[in-house]
């Protein structure tokens, strides 16, 4: 079993800078197999997935309104993941969430198959 604990959250001013981490916690070997991606959910709307990352590393993908924006990242020593998030808008306010699958790379692009989630943390951006 796996847990992940997203922090870092908060209130920011459209065009700030904001990070997110994610904690994992569970056996390391099986941690560190599973791809590790960030969704957020807007009061009202469906959960959209914002950025993946392999379970290496190696791969990253991006929904096409954060490129060149935001940045995942891991580190699986750790057992953490990150969300950089530059120029921040308004409408990325949402519910942030940390989620894993053990699905092959091309599964982990589809949102569906992801089946470890965090509790979510409220980013907020203001005009």
């Known amino acids: 079993q796996v847990q992940l604990v997203e922090s870092g959250g908060g209130l920011v001013q459209a065009g700030d800078s904001l990070s997110l981490s994610c904690a994992a916690s569970?056996?390391?070997?099986?941690?560190?197999?599973?791809?590790i991606a960030w969704f957020r959910q807007a009061p009202g709307k469906e959960r959209d997935l914002v950025a993946v990352?392999?379970?290496?590393?190696?791969?990253?993908d991006y929904a096409d309104s954060v490129k060149g924006r935001f940045t995942i990242s891991r580190d699986n020593d750790k057992l953490e993941a990150y969300l950089e998030m530059n120029s921040v808008k308004v409408k990325e306010t949402a519910v942030y969430y940390c989620?894993?699958?053990?699905?092959?790379?091309?599964?982990?692009?589809?949102?569906?198959?992801?089946?470890?989630w965090g509790q979510g943390n409220q980013v907020t951006v203001s005009s």
């Open positions: 569970g056996r390391r070997s099986f941690v560190n197999t599973l791809n």
């Open positions: 989620e894993a699958t053990g699905s092959n790379w091309l599964s982990s692009l589809n949102a569906t198959v992801y089946n470890h």
């Open positions: 990352i392999s379970w290496s590393g190696s791969m990253t």
